[in-house]
């Protein structure tokens, strides 16, 4: 998706449609999309520099990191990006703001957005995605998937996390009670 500078008039202009996940060609491991994703926001333009705001709207294609399900991620994620025409006052401009505006630079009064949409997604990824909050994933005893039915397996030995955490901190504490 591309924004010819010189379009843009006073009042601004926006920006709204489609792009696809072939444009976007997401390249991460675990992650695909074959959906594409929608755009809407607006572009002002104050001197030569370029504000976008824009949110992006779509869907994913990831594995549960607990229990393996294949799932569509849902993804609402905000743009906002100031373009400046020199890649020389990128770093002055970053300086200047106080928002969280990221800084791009566009060339010959052409700004492409593309770099930006795939960077925002790539940064807002979980590390573990769960197909939802409260996944219970597999039984690190047995295999089974403990959303569909509880396995039996003593509790003991499929370890939860938290007990470990648990037991850790308990042996923290009393170190730190014979240090003191
Ligand atoms: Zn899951
Ligand atoms: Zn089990």
Redesign the pocket.
Known sequence: MKIAVDKIPEEGHPVEGKIEASEIALDMPGYGMSEPMAIAGRVTKVDRDVYLTATLRGALDSECSRCLTAFKMPLGLNLSVVYVPDKGRMEEKEGALESDFNVSFYEDDVIDILQDVKETIIINLPIKPVCRPDCKGL?P????DLNVAD???EKA??GSPFEELKKLKSKLEEKQRKQS
Do not use: I
């Open positions: 039984c005893h047995c295999g089974a396995c039996g397996c030995a499929r």
